[in-house]
């Protein structure tokens, strides 16, 4: 039986193991095939040798993480254990991307190697999509970087716009106005605007109009200039809304797509104009397209499963 042999003489072995040896039952969860043993400052581990090259190959990846930030847990064990050949390179310079400080000093960043992805492609290209299921991060990165741009002066305006269609639900049964109706179906975009500037600020800006949230549909007819616009739950546009909203892209603006093909509220038989475009657009060189998947999710570990879950029975079905 082969055998290799890792020393840990340059971070605390200790701490690198986890309470309990946690972190290396991951490990042994990864590599079933193998033998694992740590003792003291070494880790020794027993089986083929291809596996034993895999094994050896994560393990400095996972070592060098840790003695540069610190910190190792089960979400950067798992990134780095599943982390393709060319992502390598991304992972060595850390897991976490830091966008602005928001409300309080808290530091917002992106903390997934799509979410990373995310920042480099809005920082090179004027349009990308985010595409991905719930939990991803998808709208709050984009918002972080729309709020940076404005903090910057890269642009004078920020707007927010999803398509008015809900999940299952229905604008004309809730009470007041419209703005007292559509208030509740864009609080996430609040929500993550209040984590990134204190509340009288905010205020401020959207009184003056220098953040806007509206639905999708009252960008008709309007030229975006100088803006970061963020369309959110684009899944849930249409056809024309889609295209409508893409062409009203002006002189110095970023434009973010977010959504997720796999929640669709739209009624049946009408095409979703987010898949529409994602197909129509695909070799276009200009645009960018990240995917993000359940590896990024960041909300409770139980989103996971649960994405997991509906994914082996739509898989099935």
Do not use: C, W
Not at 43 to 51: C, D, H, I, N, Q
Not at 140 to 163: C, D, F, H, N, S
Not at 260 to 266: K, S, V
Request: hydrophobic share 40%; proline share 3%.
């Amino acid at each position: 039986m082969n055998e290799i042999k890792i020393d840990l003489n340059e971070v605390n072995s200790q701490e690198f193991f986890g309470n309990q040896n946690s972190n290396i039952a991951m490990l042994r969860t990864y590599f079933p095939k193998i033998k694992i043993i740590a003792r003291g400052n070494t880790l020794k581990a027993y089986g083929e040798e291809s596996v034993l090259e895999e094994f050896s190959k994560r393990t400095e990846m996972l070592i060098s993480h840790f003695g540069k930030y610190n910190i190792l847990n089960d979400e950067i064990i798992e990134r780095i254990i599943l982390a393709r050949d060319q992502d390598k390179e991304t992972l060595s310079r850390g897991t976490e991307t830091f966008i602005l400080h928001g409300v309080g000093g808290r530091i917002i960043k992106a903390k997934t190697l799509n979410q990373k992805r995310l920042v480099e492609f809005m920082d090179k290209k004027d349009m990308v999509f985010a595409i991905g299921p719930a939990g991803t991060g998808k709208t709050y990165t984009g918002v972080a970087l729309a709020v940076k741009a404005l903090k910057e002066k890269q642009v004078r305006r920020i707007i927010l716009t999803r398509p008015a269609v809900e999940a299952g639900e229905n604008l004309g049964f809730l009470p007041g106005d419209l703005n007292e109706k559509l208030d509740p179906y864009m609080q996430p975009l609040y929500d993550a605007l209040r984590d990134m500037m204190p509340k009288e600020t905010l205020q401020n800006y959207i009184e003056k109009g220098t953040i806007q949230i509206a639905p999708l549909a009252f960008m008709r007819g309007r030229t975006l200039d100088n803006a970061f616009v963020i369309l959110d739950e684009a899944q849930n546009s249409t056809h024309s809304q889609m295209k409508m909203f893409l062409t009203r892209m002006g002189k110095n603006a970023k434009f973010m797509i977010t959504g997720d093909p796999g929640q669709i509220d739209l009624p049946r038989r009408m095409i979703s104009g987010l898949k529409e475009a994602l197909l129509i657009l695909k070799n276009t060189n200009s645009i960018g397209m990240v995917y993000l998947d359940d590896k990024d999710v960041i909300r409770h570990s139980l989103v996971k499963k649960v994405i997991d879950a509906y994914k082996k029975i739509e898989h099935n079905n």
